[in-house]
């Protein structure tokens, strides 16, 4: 029995069997040996693969803390930006490629905020649906804001400058033009008051048309420490038509008069400096002797 046992074992295998080795394992199915596994150069190109992952791992993970180590990456926010709550501080310079878009733009304690442009530079407010109302533009050349008013204000909140399409309001204490050339208006100016500056003459003139100054109740010329001089090219005309003209002055001068040719009847009594002032009926002026009769010809009086 026992050596039936021996024989029955060391007979030959069945359908199949599995046999392992330090070379892989073999699988015999049938009449045919089958090996299983890794082995020869297949395994020595899976050991490089899983060597060269190791190596671009640890790689990754380098660049990785050398760049968190860099940029200064905390737990408040990146370098000089510190995330808070509702927004962010950034300490030092800020470099914007392409558009900045904020609510609110404030500058640390003592501390002037500085916004530098390399060729323009611009700040525009939309509305509701997303429309450029207003906005200020600066370049190299030039500044414009583009607004249906314009409003400057003290830090009283009184009211300096206003201008819109309708009024260009001022409400400054004095308005000062202190250009060579002084202040041109292409149109009528509606004032209260126009003074010199101290030391300084007034000039009012209009270079190629009239020059008219109108008001409702009265119109009052007054220099208290000088003259006032009024020159023209051709008439110059006082009138009232509901009232007088008057002259509020010890003396009146009015030269270069036309003096009439009709004598005196006693010339010996007349003074050759004594005149006496004479109107035409047109309105002219001219001098008479004082003891003459004064009148004078039509065509003297044209």
Known sequence: ?????????GGPRGAG??????????VQCGPHQYRLGLYGWRRR???AL???LL???ILNLALTLFILRVLDFTTEGMGGLQMVRGGMIASGDVHVMDTLVAARILSRPHTPIRILAASNFSISATDADGRVTNSIFMNSEAMECTSDRLVIRDKDGRLLFSASREEVLVGARHLTVTGE???????SVQTAHVSAPVRESLLLESLTRSLEI???QGVALESRAGTISAHCLHDFTLQSTGGVIKFDTPNIF???LRTSTIQTSDPTRARPDVYQVCVCSSGRLFLAAPGGVCAADQDFCK
Not at 17 to 26: H, I, K, L, W
Not at 181 to 187: D, I, M, T
């Open 55 to 57: 190596v671009m791992v």
């Open 1 to 9: 029995m026992a050596g039936g046992g021996s024989g029955g074992g």
């Open 254 to 256: 009015v030269r270069g």
């Open 214 to 216: 109108t008001a409702p």
């Open 181 to 187: 050339g002084g202040a041109v208006f292409s149109g």
């Open 50 to 52: 899983v060597l060269l």
């Open 17 to 26: 069997g599995v046999e392992r080795n330090s070379a892989g394992t073999t």
């Open 45 to 47: 190109c899976l050991y």
